[in-house]
């Protein structure tokens, strides 16, 4: 007789899960504004905190500006007891404004408040949801042309994920972050005095009569010049920046005209300054010379006209 003998074998297989983890969540409330600024030196910068205060140097503040704002959003099950995610503002180093014009902008020390938090239900609840302020500097060299300038930055954080099955993970993720900052221009003219020929008799032949931006007069052929009438170059006083390069425009051409319509030439405008000048004090007096071309039997009469001159930087 055989007996059937019936092994039974129980075999146990384990099996490991991991945890799929959504990104954390960032909304931007409020980007980081450095200020608008009137530049007084080549070299100057602003230091932003987390809480809104404004340093600057070699800067005449127009306008204030504020800190960043994001709030970041945990991605925790209200009912997963054990699930952590620790998250760490990392620095961003130094980085450029590509528009700026005339300057270079460099965006440096990057601040977080706070720099580190958490999102987990372990050992007590910590919550899933947190403001973060964020401040920087900018360093700028060069004046930079009037407008605003901006840089957007995506900047990173690291998340380290800890859940009950499967252990923990760590991943850096990003959040777009705006930096801007303004600058104006203080630049003006203002006439102070006209630039004035003097009286002449009409010559029998072309002449030119040159007044130089020293207030002397001058002139080339036959002409006879009096003395009855004052002489004197055009003066403008120019309002700035100390430091800035400054440009002149001088016209070309300009007619002036006398009570019957008859015209005269004024041209080689000069100035006192040049035509490409610093401005070593807040304002600069300008002192214009032109010549006058004086056609042969001219027509008696008083002449006068008008010209621009401009200023940028």
Known sequence: MF???????????????????????????????????????????????????INYSSLTSVS??????????????DSAIGQSENITIQDIGQITFPDANGCTITLSNLTANPSTFQFSREGGWYG??????FGATISIEGFCKEGQYNTT??????VYRHGLIGGGETTTEYVSLTFSVAFQDIIGITKKADLDFGSMISPSSDVTVNVSYNGQRSSSGNIFL??????S???????????????????SDVLIYNDQGS??????????????????????????????????NADAGEYSGTYTVRVSY
């Open 233 to 251: 170059a055009a003066l403008f006083t120019i309002d700035g920046q100390v430091g800035r390069t400054v440009y002149l425009e001088l016209p």
């Open 64 to 77: 204030s500006g504020n800190s960043g704002l994001i709030n970041f959003q945990g991605d925790i099950d």
């Open 3 to 53: 007996r059937k003998c019936v092994s039974f074998f129980i075999f146990c297989a384990f099996f490991k899960a991991s945890v799929a983890w959504a990104a954390v969540g960032t909304s931007v409330l409020q980007n980081i504004n450095f200020g608008t600024y009137i530049q007084t030196n080549n070299v100057s910068n602003v230091v932003l905190s987390t809480d809104n205060n």
């Open 153 to 158: 930055v995506a900047l990173p954080f690291e």
């Open 128 to 133: 899933t949801s947190q403001d973060v302020y």
């Open 263 to 296: 015209s005269l030439t004024v041209n080689n405008f000069e100035s006192s300054t040049g035509k490409t000048f610093v401005l070593d004090a807040g304002s600069v007096d300008a002192y214009i010379g032109a010549t006058l071309n004086v056609i042969g």
């Open 226 to 231: 009096l003395n009855d009438t004052p002489v």
